[in-house]
């Protein structure tokens, strides 16, 4: 069965917040009953737009951390310190809270449990959220092609969806590889150090098997893996990239 | 906020003017002939405007400006533009 | 409706006389940008008043930085909604550049790197209205906020400020910049709120 969302004119639905958990201490999740959701990719976006008693309105963009086969729509938001909307969402928005959506939006960042070719996902910080969407999808969809994250977090407790991605790095067909950038808990087996050429031949398919790529994270995070990527010999038009930016 | 975003950013800004998904759309830079999907486009939100660029040269593209509340689009930048299939 | 607790980015408690109408305080310094910063030393800035000029007149970074200097403390207003109150600012007034140019030009079209462009009324780039800075509060401009120098029209809408400012063509006829030939305001009085053509 394929799922299509439903395109064509884009409105604002409001959702009702049913629960916020805590994923790190800066990042939270939102889990969302959103009625007549039309369904979405993994990958897709969703717009929410806030409204301040004075008619003042923001509005952002946060990819969608639920799989298209979860039940529920789940956004993952850090915060940003200096952020107007990313604070309100993890500090402030509790159950029972309404905000507006709009969405699905975006078909480019997207993966299909139909997609055959083995693919590489490179993730900085926040950057998993799509990620995780993925992930869930390929499991829940029996995906037969491989896939290989490279996950990169400043610590073991900044690593977002951690038990998560542990029990899905044992499963076949999925590699779950975590570096940890500033600093490793006692007895860390995992990588150490920013993602760079070297890891990223040891870790990534060989380009002779044009693997897709995906990209997410902070901009400089983004344009630094991307840039050595394609200096391994991956076809830069086969390189996804989604930059998070300071705007949340 | 000066950081480069990706066409990805705009999705619902473009589906919304455009009436269909756009960020699986190919344009073709009028500038330097670079061809890409409007997701792999620069991107700078933090402006009066939207303002996407080529990735491979930085020629303004499109520019999505919201003047009272109906966003305008001027897509001049392209030499080509194709929704996808 | 309204979204619970919700109150956005506000807001400083300040004398509502000094913010414009549709305006709200912040106490950080949003950047602006509508493509990527450029890099580029002093050592290799220049500033140009060419256009409707007999010759067009060069000066340096080091030029700029060598003539008379003013320190003036505004407040800035940005069309998308914030105002800062009591920015302070170092450079080179515009009524010095202009002090020696001859010309029977109305408008003004500043260009910077990076291809933006905006247009005024050279009449409010004069009387002290305008400067191109190069310091704010007391450090060199960043290039995030146009260093190394930029031009500062306090009393139009920040757009106006164009960043990475190259120079100023002077014009017998009024040439939209870049936002203004977007449907932003072709003057931009942020106390009349003209942020749209036609407002």
């Known amino acids: 069965m394929e799922r299509t969302a439903v395109l064509g004119r884009l409105s604002w639905r409001f959702a009702t917040v049913l629960e916020v958990?805590?994923?790190?201490?800066?990042?939270?999740?939102?889990?969302?009953?959103?009625?007549?959701?039309?369904?979405?990719?993994?990958?897709?976006?969703?717009?929410?737009?806030?409204?301040?008693?004075?008619?003042?309105?923001?509005?952002?963009?946060?990819?969608?951390?639920?799989?298209?086969?979860?039940?529920?729509?789940?956004l993952t938001v850090e915060r940003l310190?200096?952020?107007?909307?990313?604070?309100?969402?993890?500090?402030?928005?509790?159950?029972?809270?309404?905000?507006?959506?709009?969405?699905?939006?975006?078909?480019?960042f997207v993966w299909r449990p139909t997609d055959a070719v083995p693919a590489l996902l490179v993730a900085g910080g926040s950057g998993i959220v799509p990620f995780r969407a993925m992930l869930r999808e390929h499991g829940a969809a029996m995906s037969a092609a491989p896939i290989r994250l490279l996950y990169s977090a400043r610590t073991f407790d900044q690593v977002i969806y951690r038990e998560e991605l542990l029990r899905l790095a044992a499963r076949d067909g999925i590699d779950v590889s975590i570096t940890l950038t500033r600093a490793q808990p006692a007895g860390w087996h995992g990588y150490t150090g920013r993602v760079d050429t070297a890891l990223l031949r040891q870790v990534s398919w060989p380009p002779e098997e044009h693997p897709a790529v995906y990209v997410c994270g902070p901009t400089g995070f983004v344009e630094a893996t991307a840039n050595a990527l394609v200096g391994l010999g991956h076809d830069p038009g086969r390189i996804r990239t989604e930059r998070f930016g300071g705007t949340s | 906020m000066t950081d480069r975003l990706d066409g990805n950013a705009i999705a619902?800004?473009?589906?919304?003017?455009?009436?269909?998904?756009?960020?699986?759309?190919?344009?073709?830079?009028?500038?330097?002939?670079?061809?890409n999907r409007l997701g792999a486009l620069a991107v700078y939100l933090a402006g009066p405007g939207t303002v996407a660029r080529c990735p491979g040269c930085d020629a303004v593209l499109l520019v999505l400006a919201e003047v009272r509340g109906v966003t305008c689009v001027d897509a001049l930048g392209f030499a080509d533009l194709q929704p996808a299939g | 409706m309204v979204t619970r607790g919700?109150?956005?980015?506000?807001?400083?408690e300040v004398d509502p006389a000094r913010v414009p109408p549709g305006q709200y305080v912040?106490?950080?310094?949003p950047v602006l940008s509508a493509g990527p910063t450029p890099r580029r030393l002093a050592a290799d800035w220049t500033f140009t008043i060419r256009g409707a000029v007999d010759e067009p007149v060069v000066?340096?970074?080091?030029?700029?930085?060598?003539?008379?200097?003013?320190?003036?403390?505004?407040?800035?207003?940005?069309?998308?909604?914030?105002?800062?109150?009591?920015?302070q600012w170092r450079g080179v007034s515009l009524?010095?550049?202009?002090a020696d140019i001859d010309t029977s030009a109305d408008y003004a079209l500043a260009f910077s790197d990076g291809g933006y462009t905006t247009n005024l009324p050279l009449a409010d780039l004069t009387g002290g209205q305008a400067m191109i800075a190069y310091e704010y509060e007391g450090e060199p401009l960043t290039p995030e906020h146009g260093g190394p120098a930029r031009l500062l029209v306090p009393h139009l809408y920040f757009w106006k400020s164009a960043k990475w400012v190259r120079g100023i063509e002077l014009r017998d006829d009024d040439?939209?910049?870049?936002?203004?030939?977007?449907?932003y305001h072709n003057y931009g009085d942020p106390w009349k709120e003209q942020r749209y053509s036609g407002d």
């Open chain 2, 12 to 35: 619902g800004a473009l589906q919304e003017v455009f009436g269909r998904e756009m960020t699986t759309a190919t344009g073709v830079c009028g500038h330097c002939g670079d061809s």
């Open chain 1, 81 to 108: 310190d200096d952020g107007e909307v990313s604070p309100y969402l993890v500090d402030e928005l509790r159950a029972g809270d309404r905000i507006e959506l709009r969405g699905p939006v975006g078909g480019y």
């Open chain 3, 95 to 98: 009524d010095t550049l202009l």
């Open chain 3, 6 to 12: 919700f109150h956005g980015r506000r807001r400083a």
């Open chain 1, 21 to 74: 958990t805590a994923e790190t201490d800066q990042t939270h999740s939102i889990v969302l009953d959103a009625p007549d959701w039309p369904g979405h990719l993994a990958g897709q976006h969703v717009d929410v737009r806030l409204t301040a008693d004075d008619g003042y309105q923001a509005q952002r963009s946060y990819s969608i951390a639920s799989a298209p086969s979860d039940e529920q729509l789940v």
């Open chain 3, 175 to 183: 040439q939209p910049g870049f936002w203004e030939n977007y449907g």
């Open chain 3, 26 to 29: 912040t106490r950080d310094f």
């Open chain 3, 59 to 87: 000066w340096s970074f080091y030029e700029l930085r060598a003539l008379p200097a003013t320190t003036i403390t505004t407040d800035i207003h940005c069309v998308t909604k914030w105002s800062k109150l009591d920015t």
